[in-house]
């Protein structure tokens, strides 16, 4: 089972093949950084525009790279959402249109699906993957959710950002520090040079029972922080992203311990965006009781191989799409069911 696989939900054009026996054989990616940088953050319709430039191209990458022809294909895979509604609908008509000229079957991949299954690919490919049932911790620019994995499209909410997503929380505290866009990565490196001692930020909700997480007091506190120091030097800035981003992952470690006491499901698959974390990674590595799995860095963030994956096991389960292009800009990962 080939599967051509097309990422669109947001400012990342990823286009992937993978082989449900060969593994990936190729994966490409068009990152649109430098279109919305200017803006400092994604302007939606500039997105839309770019994916339209650049899918046939990327398309013709993969084939190429993997030395595939469109009449290799045995599946299209696309985003279908929760993402940028111009952007979803780029990656869905191209992907259902080319599926439907083939005739070949096509899948709607739910985007946060693909992130929590990604680490899963790498055990395809020879290391051991995790048993389930696994907790999941989705961290991404738009998500921060504790999910109890019990199988593919089986999943239970355990907790929930109230209000900003971890990686919406980095983007903003380097904005507010002139770190640039998108800031995350660029926090992260900032704070490698930080005193850990100089401030102690809130780690917000850790005091009362739940697993559920907020960071926009977090984000206020950053906010006042670089108010009460203004002008700042490189040496503040580097110590309130270290602040800062202690504070997350203290937040982040201190729930996902709390999940796998209380779910007795000792293994971890930490996903999305902030999962390219290292110090993250480290954190929840050594604090867990279970082991703690996650993607190499390039398939934490935004990419056509996970979309290609989460289709590949959806259509290898029977999963076809009907012929009509639906796309959701919110959509549950609670509302999946499996293929
Ligand atoms: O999964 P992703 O690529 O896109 C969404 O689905 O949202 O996640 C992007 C988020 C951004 O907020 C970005 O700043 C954050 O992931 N991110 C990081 C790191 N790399 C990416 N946050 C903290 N540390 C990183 N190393
Ligand atoms: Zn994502």
Known sequence: MLTLGIETSCDETGVALYHATDGLLADVLFSQVDIHAKYGGVVPELASRDHIRKLVPLCRDVLTQAGKS????DGVAYTAGPGLLGALLVGASFARSLA??????AVGVHHMEAHLLAPLMEKDSGTVGPPLPFIALLVSGGHTQLVEVNGIG???LLGESLDDAAGEAFDKAAKMLD??????????RCAENGDPTRFRFPRPMTDRPGLDFSFSGLKTFTLNTVRDLSPLTD????????????AVI???????????????VPHLVLAGGVSANRRLRERLSAELPGTTYYAKPELCTDNGAMIAYAGCLRLQA?????????????WPITELSPP
């Not at 469109?70 to 294909?73: F, S």
């Not at 503040?236 to 602040?243: L, V």
């Open 318 to 330: 029977g999963h076809r799409e009907p012929l009509a292009i639906v796309v959701r800009a919110r």
């Open 250 to 264: 203290d937040t982040l470690a201190i729930k996902c311990l709390r999940a796998v006491k209380e779910t007795g």
């Open 235 to 246: 040496k503040d800035r580097a110590d309130i992203a270290r602040a800062f981003e202690d």
């Open 179 to 188: 770190l640039g866009y998108p800031g995350g990565p660029l926090l992260a």
């Open 70 to 73: 469109l009449a290799d294909l």
């Open 154 to 156: 089986d999943y239970r």
């Open 100 to 105: 439907w000229g083939l005739d070949i079957p």
